[in-house]
């Protein structure tokens, strides 16, 4: 599933900021050996992170249908943490493919459909996106791990439904009820009560 978010971004990314242009967009580690390779501008976009989306996650069951109907538990929700950095000959332009990306990611909050394939395009639930908030900050072995050099970025996060395939299958809907009863005292006395679509009928 990751790597169909990894897909759905790249194309988000050159259609709505980039516009189709020559840009190159990237997820590999943004270290220096990485960044002293590059011959044109770039944005990266590196997954730091992946944890369990406690604040959207929701409980209970739903029911499905497709080829069958089925009844599961709703689905679970990952939140991946991206570090979106722009790399190019100047600061300036840097500074403006960032602010692109944090417009776009603003405006929509959802990924588009259109740019979602695979098993991603067929799930229910919406996959959201937002910038960081401040209570989430890149921790010192990030920047370590990439030489110590700090980098202007956004911190995107995008919260995912996980199918975990784990449901029965439906029966057909319930067209009536037919309740029986019996004095267990005197068998002669029985009574007869059917319910259609919710309606009673005494017998």
């Known amino acids: ?10 194309r988000f990314l050159k259609h709505e900021v980039l516009e ?3 840009i190159e967009v990237s997820f590999n580690r943004p270290d220096g050996e990485w ?3 590059l011959t044109s501008p770039v944005i990266n976009i590196f997954l730091w992170r992946i944890r369990k989306d406690h ?5 209970g069951t739903e029911v499905r249908s497709g080829n069958e109907t089925v009844r599961r538990m709703v689905p679970p929700r990952l939140r991946l943490s991206y570090f979106v950095s722009a790399h190019a000959q100047e600061v300036r332009d840097e500074h403006l ?3 692109e990306v944090a417009r776009e990611v603003l405006r929509n909050k959802e990924m588009p459909e259109e740019f979602k394939e695979g098993d991603l395009a067929g799930a229910d639930a919406p996959v959201w996106m937002s910038v960081g908030n401040e209570s989430l900050q890149l921790p010192l072995e990030f920047w370590q791990a990439i030489g110590g050099d700090l980098k202007s970025g956004i911190d995107l996060e995008i919260s995912v439904p996980i199918d975990l395939e784990l449901g029965i299958e ?10 029986r009863t019996e004095d267990i005292h005197s068998p002669t006395i029985k009574s007869v009560r059917s319910y259609v679509r919710g309606e009673s009928n005494d017998g």
């Open 55 to 59: 604040v959207k996650n929701s409980s």
């Open 97 to 99: 493919l960032l602010g």
């Open 35 to 37: 960044v002293s390779s």
């Open 20 to 22: 189709e242009s020559s």
């Open 170 to 179: 439906v029966g057909p809907p319930v067209e009536g009820i037919e309740l």
């Open 1 to 10: 599933m990751i790597h169909l978010i990894d897909d759905a971004l790249e």
